[in-house]
């Protein structure tokens, strides 16, 4: 049963580009969370997906950042236009329901040049 | 002032040593989880917990819901035990996710 799945493990992007980052739960688990963690700070919660729905983004930035889990297919948070500020390493965790631990992902590390 | 605060910020100890990480919150919660983050990066989920006590090999958590404080204990510590330990709230009233800074870890051989 292979764990959390992120790609791409290191993506770097230009300013005014886009990254989009991609997250497969461990299989069974239909609830996923995104985090970020800048250098040298802890880890925020950014947004909290149930299949096909966005349960809580209250953690994410308004503008340029959005996220969606399709019925089919991986979690995908989505940046555009993206600036300096943005470099960090993006974890997704998954659990099979709300009240289950998580599990999570290798994390993908995002460089913005 | 942060909704979870953790002590120390940095630890070293001897290989063997009886290991304590503290953690204390400000919020309600609904479950305390405990995380381990090595040097590569990966996150590993240790323990969550709403009440009492959890043991898991030589790793132990506690929390005390009316104090709003959870420890993890770490026993015959290893240098492979070197790692960040990261203390998390989920909210009582919602699904918010409220993080401390974590605990470096270092064992020595």
């Known amino acids: 049963n292979a764990g959390v799945m992120q790609n791409p493990r290191h993506l770097v992007r230009r300013r005014g580009q886009e990254a989009r980052l991609r997250c497969s739960p461990m299989k069974g688990h239909s609830h996923v969370y995104w985090y970020r963690q800048l250098p040298e700070e802890g880890l925020k919660f950014m947004v909290y997906l149930q299949k096909e729905n966005i349960i809580d983004e209250s953690g994410m930035p308004k503008e340029r950042f959005s996220a969606e889990f399709p019925k089919e297919g991986p979690s995908i948070l989505r940046i555009q236009q993206v600036v300096r500020g943005d470099s960090a390493a993006y974890f997704c965790?998954?659990?099979?329901?709300?009240?289950?631990?998580?599990?999570f992902g290798d994390g993908t590390r995002l460089s913005i040049l | 002032k942060n909704e979870v605060e953790q002590s120390p910020q940095n630890l070293t100890a001897q290989e063997g040593e009886f290991i304590t990480i503290n953690c204390s919150y400000s919020v309600g919660i609904s479950a305390l989880h405990w995380l381990q983050q090595h040097p590569g990066g990966g996150i590993v989920s240790l323990f969550m917990?709403?009440?009492g006590k959890k043991k898991h090999g030589r790793l132990i958590a506690t929390i005390n819901i009316q104090e709003k404080h959870s420890s993890l204990h770490i026993t015959a510590s290893h240098p492979r035990d070197s790692a960040v330990y990261i203390c998390a709230v989920r909210s009582g009233t919602g699904n918010q996710f409220y993080f401390g800074t974590g605990t470096s870890l270092t064992v020595i051989p």
């Open positions: 965790a998954s659990s099979p329901s709300h009240n289950q631990p998580q599990h």
């Open positions: 917990l709403s009440s």
